[in-house]
């Protein structure tokens, strides 16, 4: 089987294309990246050395990917992945849509013309930013957690929220461009008849993941903490309750692998995610990190930032009845594996362009 990941530079590209190479014998890996996220250059030696076939171009542009050898299928890795991004100042709104949206629309194009089947990588962030943040939690633990006597949404649950929680905007610009690019998908693999799975991913986190402020959290919380970087709890009071589930990229790997095997349902969206069991909030996570790296103090800020919420717990109960998958690496190895990161690695940030 030939198999094609965009943005195969990135943390999940390229951590796929080693985990599907373990447990997929056979595949070929072909990728395409345009270098665009700072350190993602330093995957390229290590793809190269697993025989992956690498193109440096770009999914904006129709003639890059006109020149993508055929293949089987299509992993879409490729995005900006900030929740900020189109209002940070970095990056335009414009330049947003293009990457995350006009570039998805590209592949779909080749998936036509190819026959090849696609496999979305999306996002918690296609959820409702309001309906989220009106989510009833209390304080246990330095962290936020759901009141279930108070709950009365439907998609939630003590498991989390699950694929039936609204969509409605506000939902962020880059979950507009998720949540299009989902549409998008679905409509063009019934359309044109390939098969379309669309993975709504939690959090994903582990070692090499290049960590900013706003995206790759856990890694970038690991690295700031052992660097002695200045730290944040933004909103909420300033006091890091706000909590999120995680998970590695070989469990992502591991269901894509099903995913290439068969047929989708009629409904191809499933939660890909840590759950319940894997969840933590800011307080926790430097508590954990005092312990490792020695005390450091985040300073509060209690000034909002756009998009953020309080608690996000992705519920994969869907994915685990339907391929009988669940994380197997839970968030302390994550952690750990982090941590080893970090200390064979200093000043991994300013690789990543971490400010
Ligand atoms: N990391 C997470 O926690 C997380 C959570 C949910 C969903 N996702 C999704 O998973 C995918 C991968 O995320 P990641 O964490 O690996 O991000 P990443 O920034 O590490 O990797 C994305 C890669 O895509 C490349 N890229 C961006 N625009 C491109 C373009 N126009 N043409 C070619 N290459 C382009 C970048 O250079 C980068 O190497 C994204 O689609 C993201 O939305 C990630």
């Known amino acids: 089987m030939k198999l094609l990941i965009t943005g195969i530079c990135g943390f999940v590209g390229s951590r796929l294309a080693a985990y599907l190479q373990e447990i997929s014998p056979g595949v070929e890996i072909f990728g395409i990246d345009n270098l665009l996220r700072p350190g993602s250059e330093m995957n390229r030696e290590a793809l190269a050395k697993r025989g992956v076939r690498f193109t440096h171009g770009d999914l904006r542009l129709r003639s890059d990917v006109d020149a993508l050898p055929k293949c089987d299928w299509v992993i879409d890795a490729a995005a900006n992945p900030s929740v900020l991004a189109g209002v940070d100042g970095r990056s335009s709104p414009r330049q947003l849509s293009e990457h995350n949206l006009d570039g998805t629309l590209n592949i779909l194009e080749y998936c036509r013309e190819h026959k090849a089947g696609f496999v979305l990588l999306s996002t918690s962030r296609v959820y409702s930013i309001k309906a989220l943040a009106q989510l009833p939690v209390e304080v246990c633990d330095r962290a936020f957690e759901l009141n279930p006597r108070e709950l009365r949404t439907a998609g939630v649950s003590a498991a989390g929220i699950n694929e039936r929680f609204s969509t409605e905007p ?5 979950g507009a461009t998720k949540l299009a690019s989902e549409v998008m998908a ?17 959090v994903l986190a582990g070692a090499g993941q290049f960590g900013t402020a706003e995206q790759g959290i856990f890694s970038y919380w690991l690295h700031a903490h052992a660097e002695r970087r200045p730290l944040r709890y933004i909103g909420f009071g300033g006091h890091g309750y706000q909590v999120r589930d995680a998970f590695h990229p070989a469990d992502l790997a591991e269901l894509v692998s099903a995913q290439l095997k068969q047929d989708p349902p009629e409904d191809p969206v499933f939660h890909v995610s840590g759950g319940a069991e894997n969840a933590m909030s800011l307080a926790q996570l430097t508590a954990w990190c005092d312990e490792r790296f020695g005390k450091h103090v985040p300073q509060p800020d209690t000034r909002p930032r756009p998009f953020d919420i309080p608690w996000l717990v992705m519920d994969h109960t869907r994915a685990a009845e339907h391929f009988d998958w669940r994380p197997k690496r839970s968030l302390y190895a994550i952690l750990d594996e982090i941590f080893d990161h970090v200390r064979h690695n200093p000043g991994w940030l300013a690789k990543c362009g971490a400010v």
Request: net charge positive; with cysteine; proline share 9%.
């Open 186 to 202: 679905r409509e063009y693999g019934l359309t044109f008849q390939f098969p379309v799975w669309i993975n709504r991913c939690g």
């Open 170 to 174: 506000p939902v962020s610009l880059y």
